[in-house]
């Protein structure tokens, strides 16, 4: 009996434990951008990379929440030191339960970016394709067989605006570069949907 409510408790816990969020990142290292006033828009906290002691400091990773069941607004506010340009990352959340080899993927759709203070990013609601059919202005790593692909959405229920939106997760992102100045805030917000996993 004690066995079974041990494995019950278990697999509750395993369940509970799938984070129910997502996370910008903006990495600044080609062109050496630090930050200062780091922080999450709403539910949330952003920091820089403290446990990459190298290049951590160009790069701003975020841990924001999302509501069950609907489009939630999230985002991040940093204020470059010097004029550069950064690479902004739309991703998952990070996910390694105990006991796995390595992270599982969690994913989350985003649509309709916007950013304040910087250059705006090309196709923000993921709209545009181009000739090849690749998504226009960000990169998307092309398709693997390991269940962990970026992938364009085209469900109604699964898009905030227009008739597209992405979907990613932590080790395959959409991401692309805008330019920030010194001592200009930059808020980068996004609309994103946590589906059933
Ligand atoms: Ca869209």
């Known amino acids: 009996m004690k066995a079974v409510l041990l494995v019950i408790a278990a697999a509750v816990f395993a369940f509970a434990e799938v984070p129910q969020k997502t996370r910008i990142d903006v990495y600044g ?6 930050y200062t006033n780091i922080k999450a828009v709403g539910d949330g906290n952003a920091a820089i990379h403290g446990w990459d002691k190298v290049n951590g400091k160009y790069n701003i990773y975020s841990d924001l929440t999302v509501k069950s069941g609907e489009w939630t607004q999230v985002g991040i506010t ?7 340009i950064v ?12 006991g796995e080899k390595s992270n599982l993927p969690v994913f989350v759709i985003y649509d309709d970016v916007t950013v304040s203070g910087a250059t705006a990013p090309a196709n923000p609601g993921f709209e545009t394709l181009n000739d090849d059919g690749k998504l226009g202005g960000w990169w998307m790593p092309d398709p693997t ?11 109604a229920a699964m898009v905030k605006s227009g008739t597209r ?25 996004a609309w994103v949907f946590f589906p059933a996993q």
């Open 29 to 34: 290292a080609g062109a050496k951008v630090e």
């Open 87 to 98: 690479n902004l990352q739309l991703k998952g959340p990070y996910y390694k339960p105990e």
């Open 165 to 189: 939106s992405v979907r990613v997760n932590h080790d395959r992102n959409v991401s692309q570069n805008i330019t920030v100045k010194a001592n200009v805030p930059v808020t980068v917000k």
């Open 145 to 155: 067989d390991d269940g962990k692909s970026v992938t364009l959405i085209t469900d």
């Open 78 to 84: 940093f204020t470059p030191l010097m004029d550069g």
